[in-house]
């Protein structure tokens, strides 16, 4: 009878350690990738192209601002509408944005449509969006640039090219005061890398 204890014992133990790992290890990789998943869906589902009579259209705006209090930045677009529903979210179609950098850089960004909130400056490209430094091209499908932040999120078909070389991923954060890049894939696909020497 001791022996069938212990197996017993022995299997319910073997259960609970598998419990605390999948819990603490297995479930996070899980929700995490669930998560960035939903924003990607949740963030396209921001554009709408609504231009029915509740809506104003323009065509060759242009708005200037500051964000993170000293960075200057212009944004015009062929033609946008605003909805009288919320008069703070601009549907922009053939964006251009050009940011002014505390270190004299300038960035410019490219795209298809997108949206921009007047109150906080917020911007979302979306489609074929191109932008660059002088010094890298990035592409991708969408990027989000948040004003509060120092950070552009740049997701969906991603392909960085610069002089030291190329790369494919699926979402990449730039921290525009450190010039560093965080690059990362969704599930378990690898990072494509390309250096020329």
Do not use: W
Not at 26 to 42: C, M, N, T
Not at 95 to 114: F, K
Not at 151 to 166: A, H, P, Q, R
Request: charged share 30%.
């Amino acid at each position: 009878m001791t022996s069938n204890r212990k197996i017993v014992q022995f299997s319910l133990v073997s259960i609970g350690m598998l419990l605390i790992l999948a819990t603490y290890f297995l479930y996070p990789k899980i929700e995490k990738s669930r998560l960035e998943e939903d924003k990607i869906v949740k963030d396209e589902t921001i554009i709408i192209d609504n231009e029915d009579e509740s809506s104003n259209i323009f065509e060759a705006v242009e708005y200037k601002g500051i964000y993170k209090i000293d960075n200057r930045f212009t944004i015009t677009s062929d033609k946008a509408n605003i909805t009288t529903e919320d008069p703070d979210m601009v549907n922009m179609t053939n964006m251009r944005c050009v940011l002014y950098l505390n270190d004299g850089r300038t960035v410019e960004i490219l795209s298809d449509r997108g949206v921009y909130f007047k109150s906080t400056y917020d911007i979302y490209f979306r489609g074929n969006v191109r932008a660059t430094d002088g010094e890298s091209i990035l592409l991708s499908e969408n990027l989000d640039l948040l004003s509060n932040e120092d950070e552009v999120s740049v997701y969906k078909n991603v392909i960085l090219t610069n002089d030291k070389g190329s790369l494919h991923a699926d979402r990449i954060d730039f921290d525009l005061l450190t010039k560093k890049f965080h690059i990362s894939m969704l599930g378990d696909k690898k990072v494509k890398i390309k250096l020329i020497k």
